[in-house]
């Protein structure tokens, strides 16, 4: 990383901005009595509540999941079994969680799929 002066902590800056909005989104959710009771769509009734069925937890899991395969893969066998076991980790951690949060966290995944498959598919051509 020296020879080429890339950072190899660069790729943490994104989930550091991310901390300030996910503590307030967090709070928000969690404690506004607005938001308490306010029906979204489908089988969510409240955001501020965890989601009844665990939907959108596994959901959030799932896509955190394809998020990491369309990664490109480290040299290092241990990083890549961590990266692989977060998911897992992340999607029970989640399940607590106001579902409003669980939601924005796995919109966050898709359009980051969506930018990655973006990146090695079509703007590669």
Request: glycine letters at 4%; proline letters at 8%; one cysteine or more.
């Amino acid at each position: 990383y020296k020879k080429y002066k890339v950072n190899p902590l660069g790729g943490c800056l994104p989930m550091l901005l991310q901390i300030p909005v996910f503590i307030s989104l967090y709070h928000a959710l969690f404690f506004s009595i607005e938001l308490r009771g306010a029906p979204f769509m489908l089988w969510i009734q409240d955001l501020s509540v965890q989601d009844p069925y665990y939907v959108t937890p596994v959901l959030m899991g799932a896509t955190m999941f394809l998020q990491q395969k369309l990664t490109p893969s480290t040299a290092d066998p241990v990083q890549q079994k961590i990266f692989m076991f977060m998911p897992i980790l992340f999607t029970f951690l989640f399940i607590t969680f106001p579902a409003g949060l669980v939601i924005y966290w796995t919109v966050n995944n898709l359009l980051t799929i969506a930018q990655q498959y973006y990146i090695y598919h079509i703007a590669k051509d």
